[in-house]
């Protein structure tokens, strides 16, 4: 059973950063396309950024283009999410999940709050 758990959410300012990370399970990682997703009030959960086995090829949702970046750590297992120059707009709850998702693995997410 894949337990994911991801950290790293806060309240910032407008133009501020953060870090996201989520660690998966060794069969998870192995499936190797890994994704961030996002979920702001009263919306349905969207897509945010996908990393693909190896690193490369990266995908974002164009709102985030040039001011996500997600990566991978295959010791520790992790994807990350670096989120600068954050707009209000990124406020939601994010997750992190494979790609395609899988609906038995999502967790509690992290809050992101941008404020004005």
């Known amino acids: 059973q894949e337990q994911l758990v991801e950290s790293g959410g806060g309240l910032v300012q407008a133009g501020g950063s953060l870090r996201l990370s989520c660690s998966f399970s060794?069969?998870?990682?192995?499936?190797?396309?890994m994704a961030w997703y996002r979920r702001a009030p009263g919306l349905e959960r969207e897509f945010v950024a996908r990393v693909p086995f190896g690193g490369d090829n990266t995908v974002y949702t164009d709102s985030v283009k040039g001011r996500f970046t997600i990566s991978r750590d295959d010791a520790k297992r992790t994807v990350y999410l670096q989120m600068n120059s954050l707009k209000p707009e990124d406020t939601a709850v994010y997750y992190c999940n494979q790609y395609p998702p899988s609906p038995t693995s999502w967790g509690q997410g992290t809050q992101v709050t941008v404020s004005s």
């Open positions: 060794r069969r998870t990682w192995s499936i190797g396309n």
